[in-house]
């Protein structure tokens, strides 16, 4: 935790998440009975009659007829609990009792930090308990919402407690370890970033701090143990009691999003059985969620409220006549409608890794993904993705493999995957693979990457490698190509390459190496 580029990282996160909590203060204005929704702050005990900050937002004139549906919201990791005030006044003005609270273990909250664990799911349903027994709740019309954090504890909430009707789970997790240890490799920056943040603003608990510590650490010897952890707190492990609860299940997440990347929600929201909804836009985590906190205008919490309205309210907005995938490109396109995920990257193209290449290990070739949470803010808002000279990255540390040129622009959409064959001197190795969009002058525009670490082979064999690359959509103009190149080290992640390793790619006749991009013209 005391290393600079970590310490950086983490003061950076923090001035973002004080930003956004100064707009929501300062955006969110108190209302009387008589002309708006009121805003009260209360206490509630949660599991083990542990005390939750919380605060309740009601509508005017609410308690003097029917029972009103009921949305609850935790908040998200690090965050303090006024962190969805001004959604929540925007909510209760549409009829909803809303019921925002501070997450377990982290601010005035009590307890330990969990990290979505039984008593956080616990917590969930005693605050649902509380409303239901304290404001004029409907039982039969219960939501609940969140970003990241608040996103996941929604879900796991969903397959525990029946009562929980609609879902709306932003920029969160379905699968914890495939998010941060994608390709069994260690997603530095996203764990430092949240180690972090949760010793800054909350109080993780002795379990946390254990896993933490031998995830940042490599201590593969309780590796077992940190799988099982995070399979307990992944939704996709109750994915039969989410389908047989049958709430409405939104999701949304951001293509760059560098903690809870999109592939594990796609996955996830292919095997939901019940009303759905997936939406993908340009950003990282928790970025395009962020001027909705703030209380102004954003997609993605206005179709959080058409989904809680038609699947609470009953309302007929047209929001299930519309394609569920909508997805909007890291360009200036509009949304794109698609069916399901499977259309999404249905038109696969493949170019081959026909040469063979040889990399020195531990040395950083200049390609890399970034730095969370900024790097993909800034192509949100600028689209401008980390760029390289293809032609000058260092062929002894860097293999480059490039497509033909296109003579009318293309459209990258879903999900790049890799076949190659790799040789190792050493039984372990991590290699990171991108996706560049190259223009003429061999400026290359990072597409997506992902990392792949193995452990336990035998020096000098070869063995195959799939691997796919981080779900995307990405606009390719005319005159340009693709190029994928693999190096050994990326800022954004934990590498294994001992000493003096060096990794060959290559192609064999019998199981030749390719790229295969969902790609088609524009």
């Not at 001004?86 to 969990?114: C, D, H, M, P, T």
Request: aromatic letters at 8%; hydrophobic letters at 40%.
């Amino acid at each position: 935790m005391g290393h600079p580029r970590k310490a950086l990282r983490t003061a950076s996160v923090g001035a973002v998440s004080a930003a956004l909590l100064a707009g929501t203060v300062l955006g969110a204005t108190p209302a009387t009975a008589e002309t708006g929704p009121s805003v009260r702050f209360v206490d509630i005990a949660g599991d083990g009659g542990t005390v939750l900050k919380a605060n309740v937002v009601t509508p005017a004139g609410a308690g003097t007829s029917a029972r009103l549906p009921l949305i609850v919201l935790p908040t998200s990791w690090a965050m303090p609990q006024i962190e969805y005030l001004a959604q929540a006044q925007k909510l209760a003005e549409s009829g909803y009792i809303v019921v925002s609270y501070n997450s377990r273990g982290f601010w005035e909250s009590g307890g330990e930090i969990e990290t979505a664990g039984p008593r956080d799911i616990a917590d969930a349903s005693k605050v649902i308990d509380w409303a239901l027994a304290n404001t004029p709740s409907d039982a039969g019309h219960v939501g609940m919402a969140g970003v990241s954090y608040g996103a996941g504890i929604s879900l796991l909430a969903a397959a525990h407690d029946p009562r929980i009707k609609a879902v709306a789970a932003l920029s969160g997790w379905a699968d914890l370890i495939d998010s941060i240890y994608s390709g069994r490799t260690q997603h530095l920056q996203a764990a430092g970033l949240l180690g972090g943040l949760g010793f800054l603003t909350g109080r993780p608990g002795p379990e946390l701090q254990e896993i933490l510590g031998d995830f940042l650490s490599s201590n593969l010897d309780k590796e077992d143990e940190m799988i099982a952890w995070g399979r307990k707190r992944s939704p996709v492990t109750y994915l039969d009691q989410i389908n047989a609860n049958g709430a409405a299940i939104m999701l949304g997440n951001a293509w760059g999003d560098t903690i809870f990347p999109p592939n594990q929600y796609a996955s996830f929201y292919e095997k939901l059985t019940g009303p759905k909804r997936l939406e993908f836009r340009p950003g990282d985590h928790a970025t395009a969620e962020a001027t909705g906190l703030l209380g102004l205008p954003n997609d993605t919490w206005t179709n959080a409220h058409r989904w809680f309205d038609r699947h609470l309210k009953g309302v007929d907005n047209g929001i299930d006549r519309e394609q569920p995938v909508q997805l909007k490109p890291r360009s200036d396109a509009g949304y794109e409608g698609y069916p399901d995920w499977k259309s999404v990257h249905a038109n696969q193209r493949k170019f081959a890794l026909a040469d063979s290449e040889h990399l020195w290990a531990n040395v950083d070739s200049g390609a890399n993904g970034g730095i969370t949470l900024l790097t993909n803010l800034l192509d949100q808002i600028a689209q401008t993705p980390p760029i390289v000279s293809v032609p000058l990255l260092n062929r002894a540390f860097a293999g480059v493999w490039q497509s033909e040129w296109y003579g009318t622009p293309q459209r990258v959409r879903g999900t790049v995957k890799v076949h190659t064959t790799v040789t190792s001197t050493k039984e372990s190795g991590t290699f990171v693979a991108y996706l560049y969009d190259v223009g003429p002058l061999g400026v290359g525009k990072l597409i997506s990457n992902a990392p792949y670490t193995f452990h336990g082979k035998t020096a000098g064999q070869a063995f195959p490698v799939d691997l796919e690359l981080f779900s995307t959509a990405y606009d390719v103009p005319a005159g340009h190509r693709l190029a994928l190149v693999v190096d050994t080290v990326d800022p954004l992640y934990i590498e294994h390459n001992p000493s003096g390793a060096q990794l060959t790619f290559s192609s064999p006749s019998a199981d030749p190496s390719y790229v295969s991009v969902p790609l088609r013209e524009k």
